[in-house]
């Protein structure tokens, strides 16, 4: 009988950018193998409707499945946003782990003021989840400032993190009067742990105040860590494990970019879902 706990966990996001969350995985746990998959034939999730994101997160679900996964961790804000019932329902006893939730618990322990901003996509923003779930989890009241940064992914893929273009459109945003008074910044989407160096540095130029950069990769590790070990699924294995990486379309700036969010080579197989 295969020891549930030896099986890979599934992680998937748009393209690129939940290869953060990989990273942090891989750190805190190297022991667990990861099956990856990349919608990179999708990509952007963030400018998409909610319906079509549920649609391909459906799909992808399947596929992870497929593949025997003992946990599905959605590493993508917008599918975490809009499609975390779908995969829920999809996978049954599985479970899903999303990234809305661990980021936003850290981000109410933390606070000082109540008051907290989150960036994130189009996608993300509409879909108020961030406001709803801190709001839902804080004991007091909140506020949360949530503001859209569309242009931030298409940025880091360039590989602009710290460039002028990539600053000023990174003080534009930041500058908006509704992230005034926040003390604590989740950062809701997978791209931005790649420029939370820039943010904090915005911060500690322009806002009197101190503010905290939430980089949601971290708690996810630590959060899918604890929810393993509560179903008695960590491997224990002293083996660091390879991981396997998908994605739905290939081209060599997709490899690139996927050293960008890694930081390091992985080789890439194509599947059509
Ligand atoms: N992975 C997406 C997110 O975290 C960003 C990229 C996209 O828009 O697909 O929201």
């Given at each position: 009988m295969i020891d549930s706990k030896s099986l890979?966990?599934?992680v998937f996001d748009s393209g690129l950018g939940g290869l953060t969350i990989v990273k942090?995985?891989?750190k805190l746990m190297p022991q667990e193998k990861l099956i990856y998959f990349g919608d990179t034939a999708h990509l952007p999730y963030g400018d998409k409707s909610p319906e079509t994101i549920r649609?391909?997160?459906?799909e992808i679900t399947h596929f992870l499945l497929s593949h025997s996964v003992k946990a599905i961790v959605i590493a993508c804000n917008s599918a975490s946003a809009v499609a975390l019932d779908t995969v829920k329902a999809e996978a049954k006893e599985v479970p899903v782990f999303d990234v809305v939730r661990p980021a936003s618990l850290y981000a109410s322990s933390i606070t000082q003021n109540r008051h907290i901003g989150v960036i994130g996509t189009r996608?993300?923003?509409a879909s108020g989840i961030y406001k709803r779930l801190l709001t839902a989890i804080s004991e007091e009241p909140v506020f949360v400032a949530e503001k859209a940064t569309p242009l931030l992914v298409p940025m880091i893929e360039e590989g602009w993190l710290q460039?002028?273009?990539s600053l000023e459109i990174i003080h534009e945003y930041l500058?908006?009067?509704v992230l005034k008074n926040i003390d604590t910044l989740i950062l809701g989407c997978t791209h931005y742990p790649l420029i939370k160096n820039q943010i904090q540095d915005f911060f500690s130029t322009f806002q009197s105040n101190p503010v905290t950069v939430v980089d949601s990769s971290m708690t996810v590790a630590a959060y899918l860590q604890k929810g393993l070990d509560?179903?008695?699924?960590l491997n224990s294995s002293p083996t660091p494990a390879q991981s396997l990486y998908f994605f739905s379309d290939f081209?060599?700036?997709?490899?690139d970019s996927a050293k960008l969010f890694l930081g390091k080579k992985v080789t890439f197989e194509r599947v059509e879902l």
């Open positions: 890979p966990i599934g942090a995985i891989q649609q391909y997160a459906k996608a993300t923003i460039n002028q273009i500058s908006d009067n509560n179903a008695n699924l081209s060599q700036n997709f490899e």
